[in-house]
């Protein structure tokens, strides 16, 4: 049970390329977050989904895209990356489990992105 | 949207102490949860302990524990006992009952001395 991966761990870009960020969890959970953490700014949600096919605007959605094809995996695009895009970007997934009530966030272990 | 603030950017405690790091929220909901979560220099967000609004024992797990004063929208994480594998930065969240989105603050760097 590998919980919540993502690919790749680390990644630098230069100004104007695109990427994706792979988020994979083995947990079942239909709730699935994206957040960028920079310094003094805690986590900030980019985007998130309540379930596979479906997606919703977080705080600071702006130059990322989207998508839950497979109820497993949650990919964030990056179009045309800005030195402003430059983080620690963390996937979470939960559960909508009735009988936890608490349905905590799981996260992954984080990718650093660098774009010059 | 929901505010967590932690006015403690950072924090030091001799080890085998006691340290309280604070937290407060502005919501207008009646039930929420409420998390702290732990990120040592390996990055990986581990919780640590959690608490219910509706619940008004505070919340034990080990050495943590949390003193949650509802009226005044204050959670604060108070460690025992203080060892060096304590040391991280510590984020307080929060979720609403009936919402999707959670809220952190802007954590807590806790420094463990020998």
């Known amino acids: 049970n590998a919980g919540v991966t993502q690919t790749p761990k680390f990644r630098v870009l230069k100004t104007g390329q695109s990427m994706t960020l792979l988020c994979a969890q083995d947990?079942?959970?239909?709730?699935m977050y994206w957040y960028r953490q920079d310094p003094g700014m805690g986590l900030r949600l980019i985007h998130y989904s309540v379930g596979e096919g479906t997606t919703a605007k977080g705080e600071v959605p702006d130059g990322y895209n989207v998508s839950r094809l497979k109820k497993q995996n949650f990919l964030l695009g990056l179009e045309s990356a800005a030195p402003s895009q430059t983080s620690v970007y963390f996937c979470?997934?939960?559960?909508?489990?009735?009988?936890?009530?608490?349905?905590?966030?799981?996260f992954g272990p984080g990718t650093r992105l660098t774009v010059l | 949207a929901q505010t967590v603030t932690q006015s403690q950017p950072e924090m030091s405690v001799q080890e085998a102490e006691t340290v309280t790091l604070s937290c407060t929220y502005d919501?207008?909901?009646?039930?929420?949860?409420l998390f702290w979560y732990k990120q040592p220099p390996s990055r990986q967000m581990i919780l640590v302990i959690r608490q219910e609004a509706y619940k008004q024992q505070n919340a034990t797990e080990n050495r943590f524990s949390v003193n949650f004063q509802k009226a005044a929208k204050s959670f604060s994480l108070k460690i025992s006992d203080s060892q060096l594998g304590d040391a991280a930065m510590y984020f307080c969240?929060?979720?609403?009952?009936?919402?999707?989105?959670?809220?952190f603050g802007t954590g807590t760097s806790l420094t463990v001395i020998p």
């Open positions: 979470a997934s939960r559960s909508l489990d009735s009988l936890s009530s608490y349905n905590e966030q799981f």
């Open positions: 947990m079942n959970h239909e709730y």
């Open positions: 969240a929060y979720r609403s009952a009936l919402g999707n989105q959670f809220y």
């Open positions: 919501t207008s909901e009646s039930d929420y949860y």
